[in-house]
């Protein structure tokens, strides 16, 4: 629906699921349980390319319009979805507008169980409350370190360089209890953070590496909240124990066991055992679910113009995962000229920006006082159509005392730096850029990731 307010016309798909409210999981495994080749490659990148072709002739021969332009808006699922096109077929869209898109699934789906795999390790399963504290007073540490006090984390770069959760052991925290329906039901809580619960926090936000201390994968940054690290409350027990995820769950057992199981241990696993069911993914899923294609010239030479956003406190899909693809695009397609040069090429056709405080494709409670972009895809068409060049994207402050006030977001790489109420500036800090990406690289994984 939201490509209606631009006068467009506006298509969306089942993906050849039979219905509206199937899902891949509910079509994944064919009736004798082997895993159905038709749906992945539709959910991967061909019912949409299929949509796209049939919805811009049925738009060009209903409206003839003198010049036909088409357009992708998506976020999540649907960012990785915009990638998919743009990847394979390079005329096919004139625009993107991208948010926090989850390719690179074989990691993706096994990292959400890297976080109870921690408490389990480490043989410590904090209450979310524990961890919530920890999370607050990594926010409230890092909030000046961008030069403005508004509750907002606008450098979680600098926050991860500078910040240690043990600045919390000792604090006290509460919270209260948890009834039904809307959550599961959990005792109130209350105690001081142990060094338990920070060497967790530590851990989760250092990476995943496995036993030989190779990196496997990126985290979230500390301003990020514990998602997948909260657990649950068991009242047969008294205790609180490691909840995996259920999209992980699904995964493991859907896409890589090929069976229904609906239920997930967590006992044994460890993390070689993740390392090992990423590598089975990307072996089984390279060409569907990781689109990470790091080369996009056919779209480039077609014209084609997309602005990639993501929310730097995304505690869902890593944000250092985005900057990642984006190094990766740079360096395949400009691998001859210089740093600065490379950016700029990219930067006429291929835009990243980071949104300070933004949680998973949305807002941040905890950081209310963060500015959100509004009109991602209306920046894209006035870029296409008009050529108005997003240097910086238009974003509006969501919640707190400069509520509703307009400002601009800093385009990738540069970072935000505020001077008091004066203003921010985008500035180079390679310190800073250097900080997002693993320093010996992945090199767990023996092939390349993009």
């Given at each position: 629906m939201a490509g209606l307010i631009y006068g467009t016309a506006t298509g969306t798909t089942d993906g050849g699921f039979g219905g509206w409210k199937n899902d891949l999981t509910s079509v994944i495994l064919r009736a004798d349980g082997t895993l159905n080749y038709d749906m992945l490659y539709a959910y991967g990148y061909t019912a949409i390319h299929e949509m796209t072709v049939l919805g811009k002739e049925l738009t060009r021969k209903f409206y003839a319009p003198p010049k036909l332009y088409s357009y992708f808006q998506g976020c999540s699922e649907g960012g990785r979805e915009g990638f998919s096109q743009i990847q394979r077929y390079g005329s096919q869209f004139d625009g993107a507008a991208l948010g926090a898109p989850a390719f690179r699934q074989a990691f993706l789906q096994v990292f959400h169980l890297f976080p109870p795999t921690v408490e389990t390790t480490l043989g410590y399963f904090p209450s979310p409350c524990e961890l919530e504290k920890i999370h607050t007073d990594a926010i409230a540490?890092?909030?000046?370190?961008?030069?403005?006090?508004?509750?907002?984390?606008s450098r979680t770069d600098l926050c991860r360089l500078h910040y240690n959760a043990t600045a919390s052991i000792g604090t006290p925290y509460s919270c209260p209890a948890i009834t039904p329906p809307n959550r599961a039901p959990s005792p109130a809580t209350s105690g001081t953070v142990t060094p338990a619960a920070a060497a967790i926090a530590n851990t989760i936000w250092r990476g995943f590496f496995d036993s030989r201390n190779r990196q496997v994968y990126i985290s979230f940054p500390p301003s990020a909240p514990f998602s997948d690290a909260a657990t649950s409350y068991n009242p047969s027990t008294s205790l609180f124990e490691a909840s995996p995820a259920p999209i992980s769950i699904q995964y493991i057992n859907l896409f890589l066991r090929e069976t229904r199981s609906p239920t997930l241990s967590l006992r044994n696993v460890t993390y070689d055992t993740l390392r090992s069911w990423i590598l089975e993914g990307m072996q089984k899923f390279s060409d569907t679910l990781q689109t990470t294609w790091p080369d996009l010239e056919p779209f480039r030479s077609a014209g084609g113009k997309v602005i990639h956003w993501h929310g730097e406190s995304d505690g869902s899909i890593p944000v250092a995962?985005?900057?990642?693809?984006?190094?990766?695009?740079?360096?395949?397609?400009?691998?001859?000229?210089?740093?600065?040069?490379?950016?700029?090429?990219?930067?006429?056709?291929?835009?990243?920006?980071?949104?300070?405080?933004?949680?998973?494709?949305?807002?941040?409670?905890?950081?209310?006082?963060?500015?959100?972009?509004?009109?991602?895809?209306?920046?894209?068409?006035?870029?296409?159509?008009?050529?108005?060049?997003?240097?910086?994207?238009?974003a509006v402050v969501q919640g707190g005392r400069r509520k509703g006030r307009e400002e601009r977001l800093c385009s990738w790489p540069l970072r935000p730096v505020w001077k008091g109420e004066g203003g921010m500036e985008c500035v180079y800090d390679q310190g800073a850029i250097d900080s997002w990406l693993p320093e010996r690289g992945l090199d767990s994984i023996p092939v390349p990731v993009y």
């Open positions: 540490a890092c909030d000046p370190l961008d030069g403005l006090l508004d509750g907002v984390v995962g985005s900057i990642m693809y984006h190094e990766a695009v740079r360096k395949t397609m400009y691998p001859s000229v210089g740093f600065n040069e490379s950016y700029a090429r990219m930067n006429e056709w291929y835009r990243l920006f980071l949104v300070p405080g933004a949680g998973h494709c949305s807002p941040s409670a905890q950081q209310a006082g963060g500015a959100f972009p509004t009109d991602v895809l209306g920046s894209v068409i006035r870029w296409v159509e008009e050529g108005v060049e997003p240097v910086r994207l238009e």
